[in-house]
Every structure is written in structure tokens, then in C-alpha cells.
């Protein structure tokens, strides 16, 4: 078992790593980017990797307050969906309501690695396996169809 610091130290050690190996690769529009803290331009469209207790997973999260406004950029991404798949060449949980611990609700689109945990250092290159190219491949994607969002917006 981990105190709560040195749990803490490893997590942030862990993505100080990831950012280090991403940081030479460019964004699909050729310029610089914070892969670890990726900014969509929408206010409420996330793209989130998360290192669990038991897990890791990458994904789109829409986190309006909106009901309406969330379903009706959901339904955006569900109508992108082959678009989507193709870039990221697999398929991941589409789930319209999700509430966190929280008790947010929001609706996200993504995909879990059971089995891998950050503070396991071993597990590290295949965390960074699983979230390098997604990551890479939502970049992609969000590249070519962002301005099918900007519509809703107003």
C-alpha cells in the first residue's frame, strides 16, 4: 500500500513521463499541444484520460449543464460515429447519462483498460500505449469535425 503522497507523487510522476514522450508529436494541424490537458476550443466538450484504482481510460466527455444542450451535442457525435470509429479504428462505450462521484451528470464516449494501474510502474509503457495513440487519433478526428459543433453554439 501507498500513503496517500507517495500515491499522489507516482500519479503525478506517471503523466510528468506520458508528457515528456507525447510532447514531440504534433497536433494534426501540424502545431504544438498539450496532450495531457487537451483543449477542444468548446467549453464543455472534454477529451479525458483518467488513471483509476482498478483501470485507465481515455474519452469524450460532455459535461453541459443543459440536459437539452448535452443531448443535442451527443446526438452531434453519435451522427459523427463512423467518422469517429474510423479515426480511432476500434469501437468505445457510447453512454448518453453518466453521473460521477460526484453526482455530475454528463454524457461520455470512451474506452477502459482493465488491469493497468499507474501506481504499478511496471504497467507505465502499456499505459502509455493504450493512451498515446487515442489520444493521437482523437486530435485527428476533432480536427476534421469541430466545425460541425459550432453551429450549436449559438
Do not use: C
Not at 501506481?119 to 509503457?125: E, G, K, N, Q, S
Amino acid at each position: 500500500m501507498f500513503t496517500r503522497k507517495e500515491a499522489s507523487e507516482l500519479r503525478q510522476a506517471f503523466w510528468t513521463t506520458f508528457g515528456q514522450y507525447v510532447q514531440p508529436v504534433l497536433s494534426a494541424e501540424g502545431e504544438r499541444i498539450n496532450w495531457i490537458n487537451y483543449k477542444t476550443g468548446e467549453k464543455d466538450i472534454a477529451f479525458r484520460m483518467e488513471t483509476g484504482d482498478r483501470d485507465v481510460q481515455i474519452g469524450i466527455v460532455l459535461s453541459h449543464k443543459d440536459a437539452g444542450l448535452r443531448q443535442l451535442y451527443y446526438e452531434q457525435f453519435a451522427a459523427l460515429r463512423p467518422s469517429l470509429e474510423s479515426a480511432l479504428g476500434e469501437e468505445w462505450t457510447w453512454q448518453p447519462e453518466y453521473y460521477d462521484e460526484w453526482g455530475a451528470v454528463s454524457a461520455r464516449i470512451y474506452t477502459v483498460r482493465e488491469d493497468l494501474l499507474v501506481l504499478r510502474r511496471p504497467d507505465w509503457p502499456e499505459i502509455i500505449s493504450f493512451f498515446k495513440p487515442r489520444i493521437i487519433a482523437l486530435d485527428a478526428f476533432w480536427s476534421e469535425s469541430k466545425y460541425f459543433f459550432e453551429a450549436l453554439r449559438s
